[in-house]
């Protein structure tokens, strides 16, 4: 057994054990956005349009996260349509963006490993970093749109005859609650995942404007605001889809 299957084989007794069904159906929605992601490297090296395959991929993912780990319909559906609103709107930000940065392509640090292989493999450096932008943020969009969907849902129940303003004050207080969590996340998880290029360069006495032109810097640091944007777009987007939601759901005047 290899360590990595032991690890898989723990994370999913845990997840069973803390939340039963729910906690399985959670592991095998792990699992088949893992073989998504997979087949989306293949048809991508296969030569089928790199954005195509990005955005079809994203929205089975999205799906899958979605209403594999959720029982209820309305909340469901309205986080799966924020969520899809928002995956345009960066789609429509991010191939402009990442165009005028030039971010694509292997960074000077990453040139030693490389160079004994051929780097024409006919494929659009490009189009691969979009893919990655897009896909790094479907995690953070899908969290945060069910969390703000759950949460307005339980309140619309408890308190259905309240206004407008007063729903849409509660979304933001769990809006804001999840901001905070997910930018940190977002912060700490690009920093710890290169630590060692950042201690590497620290020692070589790279100076603060050159961590600023560095290629792997720049296109990490792009991901992680990239991801804050979305999640602050799909928190707005789902308090208004939950108070459109509320309106015909639970006859709200």
């Known amino acids: 057994m290899t360590t990595i299957t032991g690890l898989t084989i723990v994370l999913a ?4 054990l803390s939340g039963g069904r729910r906690g399985a159906v959670s592991f095998i929605s792990l699992l088949l956005n893992f073989t998504l992601l997979f087949l989306t490297v293949i048809l991508i090296a296969g030569g089928l349009p790199i954005l195509t395959v990005t955005f079809l991929s994203a929205i089975c993912i999205l799906a899958i996260t979605i209403y594999l780990g959720n029982n209820e319909e309305t909340e ?11 995956l ?11 165009h005028l940065a030039q971010i694509q392509g292997f ?5 030693e490993e490389i ?37 307005m849902t339980e309140i619309i129940r408890q308190t259905g005859d309240h206004g407008d303003e007063e729903l849409r004050k509660s979304g933001r207080n769990i809006g804001f609650q999840i901001m905070g969590m997910t930018f940190n996340t ?23 404007g050159y961590y600023l032109n560095s290629k792997i810097f720049v296109s990490e640091l792009f991901v992680v605001i990239y991801s804050a944007i979305a999640v602050i777009l799909v928190i707005w987007i789902t308090i208004e889809f939950m108070i459109l939601k509320a309106h015909k759901i639970y006859d709200r005047k």
């Open 13 to 16: 007794v845990l997840m069973i």
């Open 76 to 86: 469901t559906n309205v986080a799966f349509l924020a969520t899809l609103a928002v």
């Open 88 to 98: 345009g709107i960066m789609v429509l930000l991010v191939v402009p963006l990442d």
């Open 107 to 111: 960074s000077n640090e990453e040139s």
């Open 115 to 151: 160079e004994a292989f051929n780097l024409a493999i006919g494929v659009n450096f490009e189009a691969i970093v979009i893919t990655t932008t897009l896909l790094s943020t479907l995690g953070a969009i899908a969290e945060a749109a069910i969390a703000i969907a759950s949460g």
């Open 186 to 208: 977002l912060f700490f998880g690009m920093f710890g995942g290169n630590l060692a290029l950042f201690i590497l360069l620290y020692k070589l006495h790279a100076s603060f």
